[in-house]
């Protein structure tokens, strides 16, 4: 199987870097979004991942310059996937939005198309039917900021072709990644395994009122040497991405501090736009939040 058009759907926090990463390691990419509105705004976005590229991985103006005219944007599902070997599907984290894509995507896709998902909290299964093609459908799961934290999971469902899946393997390592394989599925493939109960725990301490943000950040980077804090994790996740997470969470046991813990973040962030880094505040203010002030840690 040899990839060469990539259709990535959904310019989000993770679909425009996918694109941005799939088309700077020479790959034909069309971005699909909802609207041309939208699709201007991924634009913007590729100006300013354009200048990560040259800080962090030393990218020159030319490989910049290839990597703008392998880009391609459509708001017509039809039309953006006409030519695709591969579509990621890079959707908003809610099954009702994925099932209702993946059912548009299979009346129009080429019959050697195969569809890969970047859900980071569900199962290839849940969708492997209404795909249309569940032997060509495999989990592709990145983290965010993949030029730096390049780490692709594959995950399989039961279904799935081992061609689909080695040739997705041998893809991700075509764009820069580390491939990951897992041999069998696991909600929230390695990565979140172990990031989920970490970000939960921090957000549990907090809604509590056991320790404020800073503490709880301060006290992980100091014990363990990592780099961020929870929090400090969530603002680049997106608190977005977490919110709808613990609220499918919440939903499905109506444990109580689950259901305070969204509350609290609808309240205090949702509904006042601090998303995080993309929105320039979150737990922190950005782009010079407090975990960098050289006494942060003392």
């Known amino acids: 199987m040899n990839f060469k058009n990539i259709t990535v759907a959904g310019s989000g926090v993770l679909g425009y870097q996918i694109a941005f990463q799939t088309a700077f390691h020479g790959f034909n990419v069309t971005v699909y979004d909802i609207s041309d509105e939208v699709l201007s705004k991924a634009k913007t976005k590729f100006e300013n991942l354009a200048e990560s590229y040259k800080q962090d991985l030393k ?60 859900s980071s909290t569900m199962l290839p299964s849940q969708f492997a039917d209404v795909t249309g093609r569940p032997a060509k459908f495999v989990a592709l799961h990145f983290a965010n900021e993949i030029w730096i934290h390049n780490t692709a999971e594959i995950m399989g469902h039961p279904g799935t072709d081992p061609e689909v899946f080695d040739a997705t393997v041998a893809f991700a ?42 503490t709880i950040d301060k006290t992980w980077m100091v014990a363990t040497g990592a780099p961020l804090g929870p929090f400090g994790i ?38 006042q736009n601090k998303l995080g880094v993309a929105t320039g505040e979150g737990f922190y203010k950005y782009p010079h939040p407090a975990f960098e002030d050289k006494d942060f840690l003392k």
């Not at 059912?103 to 195969?114: Q, R, S």
């Not at 939960?200 to 009122?209: D, I, P």
């Not at 608190?239 to 609290?264: F, G, S």
Request: charged fraction near 25%.
């Open 59 to 118: 990218a020159t103006d030319d490989q910049l310059a290839a990597t703008k005219n392998n880009l391609h944007y459509s708001a017509n599902l039809a039309e953006a996937v006409k030519d695709a070997d591969l579509v990621i599907e890079a959707v908003p984290e809610n099954p009702e939005i994925k099932i209702n894509f993946y059912k548009e995507l299979a009346k129009v896709a080429p019959e050697k198309t195969i569809f890969a998902t970047n």
């Open 173 to 214: 390592k075509a764009i820069g990644m580390v491939a990951l394989p897992l041999k069998k599925e696991q909600p929230g493939y390695i990565v979140n395994s172990l990031l989920v109960p970490l970000l939960s725990a921090a957000t549990n301490l907090l809604v509590n009122e056991v320790a404020d943000v800073q």
């Open 234 to 271: 969530l603002d680049v996740v997106g608190i977005t991405t977490a919110y709808n997470i613990y609220k499918m969470a919440a939903e499905a046991t109506k444990d109580p501090l689950k259901i305070k813990t969204v509350e609290y973040l609808k309240e205090n962030f949702i509904d």
